[in-house]
């Protein structure tokens, strides 16, 4: 069982520089979820899709954006990266009613 | 604002010893509460989450919590403590209203375990 992929696991990109993170779900979960690690700070929100064709705000969205492409797959996107994106990234997915689903992560440095 | 407080960063334990890691929360109405693990490299796993009813819920992997609502906290005990165990522990929180799409992490408790 595949469950939540992410890719890449490792980026490094230069300051300015685009890149999109891509997330995938093989459990048909309607909702997914982008949030980033910081040392110190827990889990911070910064995107969710609650189904097909909807995307919401969380706590950290600027700097991001992100596209539903359809029901298995979410991706979150840094248009001009600043260092203080540097940062874990995980991608979550869940049916409605039970418990998130994570994915293994994406450590992202941008120099 | 919400918040979630794990008042301990590092905690180390002995194999076999009692563990209680401490979670404190503010919010206007009891929430939906959560504690995940996290292994190095790995993304979080659900170990309990309480919604209402019996205060001491039972989780994954022997752990327990109990909400206790005059105290605003939701601490994570075990009994004994295994070498696996080492981890990093989060709590979360979520408004009634808001549930999983409000989720709000603590900053994690990291255990080691001394053989």
């Known amino acids: 069982n595949a469950g939540v992929t992410q890719t890449p696991k490792f980026q490094v990109l230069k300051t300015g520089q685009s890149m999109t993170l891509q997330c995938a779900q093989d459990?048909?979960?309607?909702?997914m979820y982008w949030y980033r690690q910081d040392p110190g700070m827990g889990l911070r929100l910064i995107y969710y899709?609650?189904?097909?064709?909807?995307?919401d705000k969380g706590e950290v969205p600027n700097g991001y954006n992100v596209s539903r492409l359809n029901k298995r797959e979410f991706s979150l996107r840094l248009e001009s990266a600043a260092p203080s994106q540097t940062s874990v990234y995980f991608c979550?997915?869940?049916?409605?009613?039970?418990?998130?689903?994570f994915g293994s992560g994406t450590q992202l440095s941008v120099l | 604002a919400q918040s979630v407080t794990q008042p301990d960063i590092h905690i180390t334990v002995s194999e076999g010893a009692s563990l209680e890691l401490r979670c404190n929360y503010s919010?206007?109405?009891?929430?939906?509460l959560f504690w995940y693990v996290q292994s190095p490299g790995q993304g979080l796993q659900l170990l309990l989450k309480?919604?209402?009813?019996?205060?001491l819920v039972q989780g994954i992997k022997g752990f327990e919590a109990e909400f206790k609502r005059s105290q605003s906290s939701f601490n994570l005990r075990k009994p004994s403590v295994h070498w696996s165990d080492a981890a990093e522990y989060f709590c979360?929180?979520?408004?009634?209203?808001?549930?999983?799409?409000?989720?709000?992490f603590g900053a994690g408790t990291r255990l080691a375990v001394h053989p």
């Open positions: 979550a997915s869940r049916r409605q009613g039970e418990k998130l689903f």
């Open positions: 459990m048909n979960h309607n909702s």
């Open positions: 899709s609650a189904s097909e064709g909807t995307t």
């Open positions: 919010y206007g109405a009891t929430p939906y």
């Open positions: 309480y919604f209402s009813g019996d205060t």
């Open positions: 979360a929180v979520a408004p009634f209203s808001g549930g999983y799409n409000k989720l709000i």
